[in-house]
């Protein structure tokens, strides 16, 4: 009975069904975190975003040096030689088979999440880490199941364990083709970042940073939910640091509001300094993205024209203007913080030079900022608003500025990126239309193009201008976009004509304003496009009407 038992006992353990088992276990194992954040209620693009930033920042490390990726892929069959070696003198080979089934559904389970961020927003953009995945991926099936063969004699029947065997071979080697030209050094690799000018090093002055939490509205406060409980909303401040003896006496002020639940200052102090450094009072304002109003789970919005009626707009809404003017006391007055007047001594901020914009939703925000703002005459001098893919604005009467009274020296700024897999093109084509009184020059509708030509690729997704996704196309597409506004608005604060003129060039003519540089073997790398009227006159946009 005993010895009938362990046989039955062996055979359960090498049948179909278990090595079934302990794949699907190691393939749920790395789905584990994001089926664990929907469980909670958290939506699918912020459930498998902790993903999605491990992802980049492996992919950062493995197309960072090629010698020491090529080192990481040569250590992938010397460990299998190891664990081969061991697998053969090992009385439990079995257990050690399990074990290599496991890991092949886990790594299975990261190649299924890389496919699927791929097609919803890398678009291509990762070339080794899928190919480290299928490497890996190859060496286990190799590992477990020997060399690729559907049988071993002529009489031999096929059998179906076999065929999935050579198929999983042959999808590795499906994934590992595209990433040889790069690992190998083949590919053209991407221009380098400006050395001088714009959109290199942040300059000329080093910067400093606050914070201050300001009180949340308490009709906000009522509906906040816990997704954000780690979040202490600020005013977050930058301060360019002015040596003594410097003839600056006002800095211009800049407003930046984040993406929706992403209140995160890291994710965007490169973008904060560029234009800080440029001498400008630069403030990032946290709203909440979490709020749940009576009725919002069964309400079904409207987005039309590049507007949206979400319940949760009026609320951000006075959560942004709250934010707003504790902004004013940190910064403004004779009552300004003691970090204020401690870090610039005699110099003031003056808001009649402002700076205004945002990142996604931060940027459909903008509008709501210029509301609160233009009414107590901050850009009245010179105003500069950078909306980056943004998405619909709020469609609510209480939200709508007057932008008919706009300075002379007002630029305009809204871009949207090719792959943009959140948001899309037409928010930010009809945002344009907001500002058509300007003059065509001053109201820029600009597309940031990807281009797949070399290595690494160049991906314009929703993410170019946050920190996580910083690459070549962020130094060359978005940065020196942003030192040219921040230099045109630092410029009028101080009536340096030349150098505003300087900036206001560099915005408006097609040679400096598109250019990207070019691919190392002397490529150009896919310009700018830029639309004076993209909705009315473009048939990029035909699709938004």
Request: aromatic share 10%.
């Amino acid at each position: 009975m005993e010895e009938g038992t362990a046989v039955s006992s062996s055979t359960w353990r090498t049948s179909v069904w278990w090595q079934s088992i302990l794949f699907s276990l190691g393939f749920f194992l790395a789905l584990s975190e994001v089926i664990v954040r929907l469980a909670q209620g958290t939506g699918a693009v912020d459930a498998i975003w902790p993903h999605a930033v491990r992802s980049l920042e492996w992919t950062v490390v493995l197309r960072s040096s090629t010698e020491q990726t090529l080192i990481l892929f040569m250590a992938v069959p010397v460990l299998g030689y190891v664990v081969n070696r061991w697998k053969s003198e090992h009385e439990r080979e079995r257990g050690i088979n399990e074990v290599l089934m496991t890991l092949l559904g886990l790594i299975s389970g990261l190649i299924a999440i890389h496919f699927v961020m791929d097609v919803f927003y890398l678009k291509g953009a990762f070339l080794m880490l899928p190919m480290f995945y299928a490497w890996i991926f190859l060496w286990l099936l190799l590992l477990r199941g020997g060399m690729p063969r559907l049988r071993s004699t002529a009489s031999e029947g096929i059998a179906p364990g076999r065929v999935i065997h050579l198929m999983g071979v042959f999808l590795a080697a499906w994934m590992l083709m595209p990433g040889v030209p790069a690992l190998v050094g083949f590919a053209p690799s991407p221009p380098d970042a400006p050395t001088i000018g714009y959109g290199s090093t942040p300059g000329p002055y080093e910067t400093m940073r606050y914070s201050e939490p300001y009180t949340m509205p308490s009709d906000v406060a009522a509906i906040q939910g816990d997704r954000e409980d780690d979040v202490l909303f600020s005013v977050h401040v930058t301060l360019p640091i002015i040596p003594e003896g410097t003839p600056v006496e006002t800095l211009p002020l800049g407003i930046l509001l984040h993406g929706f639940g992403y209140p995160d200052l890291d994710a965007y102090t490169y973008w904060i300094d560029h234009l800080a450094a440029k001498g400008m009072a630069v403030a990032l304002l946290q709203y909440p993205s979490d709020l749940r109003p009576e009725g919002y789970e069964s309400f079904e919005a409207t987005d039309v024209e590049g507007t949206s009626d979400f319940l949760q707009h009026e609320y951000r809404n006075t959560a942004i203007r709250a934010a707003i003017d504790h902004l004013d006391t940190m910064v403004l007055g004779e009552n300004r913080s003691a970090i204020t007047e401690d870090t610039l001594g005699n110099i003031t901020i003056d808001p009649t030079s402002l700076w205004v914009g945002g990142h996604s939703l931060g940027g459909a925000y903008t509008f709501i900022t210029l509301d609160e703002v233009l009414t107590k005459g901050w850009g009245s001098r010179a105003l500069v608003v950078a909306l980056e893919s943004p998405a619909s604005r709020p469609m609510g009467e209480s939200m709508q500025p007057d932008l008919s009274n706009l300075p002379a020296d007002t630029m305009v700024q809204v871009a949207v990126t090719e792959d943009d897999m959140s948001v899309g093109v037409c928010p930010g084509a009809f945002h344009q239309q907001m500002f058509n009184a300007l003059p065509d020059e001053r109201n820029q509708l600009i597309e940031v193009h990807s281009d797949l030509y070399g290595f690494p690729r160049l991906v314009a997704s929703h993410y170019v201008q946050t920190n996580p996704a910083y690459d070549r196309l962020a130094d060359w597409g978005f940065y020196r976009r942003i030192d040219a506004q921040a230099d045109f608005l630092v410029a009028h604060g101080r009536n340096d004509t030349f150098t505003a003129d300087w900036a206001f060039q560099y915005m408006t003519e097609e040679e400096t304003l598109t250019n990207m540089g070019k691919w190392s073997d002397g490529t150009p790398v896919l310009p700018l496009s830029v639309y004076s009227d993209g909705i009315n006159t473009e048939a990029r946009f035909s699709a938004c009407t």
